[in-house]
C-alpha cells in the first residue's frame, strides 16, 4: 500500500509541474536566445529543475526591462519570471520580468 500511495504523489506532484509551463508563469534561467535585432528577442529558453522550456516572443510581450536585458540574465544566471499562454502551437509570453 505504502508504495503505491508514494507513486501517485509522485505522478501528481508531475502534474502540477507540468501545469505550470501550461498554466500562467514560467520561471528559470535563460539559457539561449533567439534575436533578429540588438533590441528585440524572437525567442528564449529558460531552464529550472532539470527541464528546458522555449518561450515564443511577439508584438504583444511585454518586457520589465529591455529585451536585451535578457543577455544578461543569461550571464549572470539570475532567473526571469514569464507569464505565458498556449497558441498556435507554441508557448508565448505575455509578460517578462525578475523573478
Known amino acids: 500500500m505504502r508504495p503505491l500511495c508514494l507513486l501517485l504523489c ?11 509551463e501550461e498554466g500562467s508563469r514560467v520561471t528559470g534561467v535563460v ?4 534575436s533578429s535585432g540588438l533590441s528585440e528577442v524572437d525567442q528564449f529558453t529558460l531552464q529550472d529543475e532539470g527541464r528546458r522550456v522555449t518561450i515564443l516572443v511577439d508584438e504583444k510581450t511585454e518586457f520589465a526591462f ?25 508557448l508565448y509570453a505575455r509578460s517578462v520580468g525578475d523573478a
Request: with cysteine; net charge negative.
Open 10 to 20: 509522485l505522478a501528481l506532484m508531475g502534474l502540477a509541474s507540468c501545469s505550470s
Open 31 to 34: 539559457v539561449e536566445i533567439e
Open 66 to 90: 529591455a529585451p536585451s536585458h535578457l543577455n544578461e540574465h543569461r550571464a549572470t544566471g539570475q532567473q526571469v519570471a514569464v507569464e505565458v499562454e498556449r497558441r498556435e502551437g507554441g
